[in-house]
């Protein structure tokens, strides 16, 4: 899917979805039935009905929340200040930092993927891992209390997501974890054994070749989702999970 085409699909799903419970609550107001609601209730099972057609139609989760505010910001749009307009677009760039540059988005890897890698690093005897854009730090803090021997390094540059990973690093207290304020293209991929990435298709060509320059032999780069072009993994590990993920594992 083009990177153009693809906002678009998701803002379409958006407005379909909005529009179809509101074309039901017309319908039910011309038929003449009075719903025992207050306002806020009706709010409420729009936007909670409209995420869920949108997830049928085949949004992400990250629109869920989005689609439950909305019908709350259309109406009481007056009683937001604008200032949380400008607070909410400076948190999506702090957080969104690379989309434009990278074009990486940021989604998180799910638990199921979690455990899926976790076992890879057991299988690999893997003594030291890297996540390349590293996003909030889960899976740097859940492979870092999984394999306390294990070196975990997160490599992050969004500002807001690193400065949240560092202080969920420092609340869970693991001293073999750190989350590292620097662009993946400038990490040293020849310190890890397991070096895991969830990116997108755009990166990998050069990912490639900067892991085959640095990566020692023997080493594995396991990538979420988005296959090297052109070159055959090792494996590809289907995690059971809803998304039917899979993990394509290169050997160096
Ligand atoms: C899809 S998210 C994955 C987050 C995390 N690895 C996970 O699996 O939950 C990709 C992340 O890469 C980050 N990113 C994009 N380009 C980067 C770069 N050049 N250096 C470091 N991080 C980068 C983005 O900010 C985003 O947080």
Sequence with gaps: MSRILQPILNLSRLVLSQAIVLGGFV??????????????????IHGVFSALIGRLLGLWWFWVPVQILLPFAVVYNEVVPAWAYGLAFIACVLVFWNGAKEQVPFYMTNRQTWNAIS?????????????????TGGIVIYLAKAHPGVRVDGYETAPLLTLISKLLVAMNRRPNAAIRYKSLWDADLSQYDLVYCFLSPVPMPGLYEKAKAEMRKGT?????????????PLDVLEVHDARHTKLFLYRF
């Excluded at 039910?28 to 409420?44: A, K």
């Excluded at 594995?220 to 988005?226: G, H, M, P, Q, W």
């Design 119 to 135: 076992g890879l690093v057991s299988r690999e005897n893997a003594k030291s891992c890297a996540d390349l854009g590293s996003g």
């Design 27 to 44: 319908i039910v107001q011309r038929m003449g039935w009075r719903l025992p609601l207050g306002i806020f209730e009706i709010l409420l």
């Design 220 to 232: 594995l780069l396991v990538s979420n989702s988005f296959e090297i072009p052109g070159v055959t």
